[in-house]
C-alpha cells in the first residue's frame, strides 16, 4: 500500500500517554489522583451513553422495519437508516475503546508515581518534564492537524473507465 495512504496519527494515543505525566509532574500527585478518578468517573459514563444509544438507533431502525411507523421506505425508515449509521460506530469502536483508553492512563500513571512523589520537592526537574511532554504532546497534535492532499484531487484518475477485451 502506497505510503501516503496509511497514515497513522500519534496525537490520541500521545494524548492518553502523556495527559498524566503533564498533570502529574506539572501539578502534583494530588493533581493526578483527582484526574484520574475524574477520567474513569466520566469514560464510563461516556462509553455506556455510547454503547446505549447506538443501540438504541439500531433498534429503532428494526422496529421500523417491521412495519411499524410506515415501515420500509417510509420517512421514518429513511431517517432511522441515518440514525443507524450513527449508531453503529458508537456501540461498536467509541464505547467500547474508552475502556483501554482508560486504562492505559491509569497504568500510565501507577508507573510514574513513585518519580512523581520522589521529585515533588525537585520543582525544576518535574517543571521540565512536564515541559517536554507538553511539547511532544503538542507537536504532535500540530502534526495531525497538517495539512494533507486531497483525495478529491485523485478521484478522477481513478474514476476513469478501464477498457477490456474480451476474446473469444
Known amino acids: 500500500m502506497p505510503e501516503r495512504l496509511v497514515k497513522v496519527d500519534p496525537a490520541p494515543a500521545l494524548l492518553a500517554v502523556l ?3 503533564i498533570i502529574g509532574f506539572g501539578i502534583n500527585y ?3 489522583g483527582a484526574f484520574l478518578a475524574a477520567v474513569i468517573l466520566t469514560g ?3 462509553a455506556v451513553f455510547l ?3 447506538g443501540g438504541a438507533w439500531d433498534n429503532a431502525k428494526k422496529y421500523i422495519e417491521d412495519g411499524h411507523l410506515g415501515g420500509k421506505g417510509s420517512d421514518a425508515h429513511k431517517a432511522a437508516v441515518i440514525g443507524d449509521t450513527v ?5 461498536d469502536t467509541a464505547g467500547p475503546a474508552l475502556n ?5 492512563m491509569n497504568l500510565v500513571s501507577l508507573l510514574m508515581l513513585p518519580a512523581v512523589i520522589k521529585l515533588q520537592h525537585n520543582t525544576g526537574a518535574r517543571l521540565a518534564i512536564a515541559a517536554v511532554a507538553l511539547v511532544v504532546l503538542g507537536g504532535a497534535i500540530a ?3 497538517r495539512k494533507t492532499e486531497s483525495m478529491v484531487e485523485e ?3 481513478l474514476a476513469e473507465p478501464t477498457r477490456v477485451r474480451r476474446t473469444g
Open 19 to 21: 495527559t498524566p505525566v
Open 30 to 32: 494530588l493533581a493526578l
Open 44 to 46: 464510563q459514563l461516556m
Open 51 to 53: 454503547s446505549n444509544s
Open 87 to 91: 449508531g453503529d460506530p458508537f456501540k
Open 100 to 104: 483501554p483508553l482508560i486504562k492505559v
Open 143 to 145: 502534526f495531525s492537524k
Open 155 to 157: 478521484a478522477p484518475s
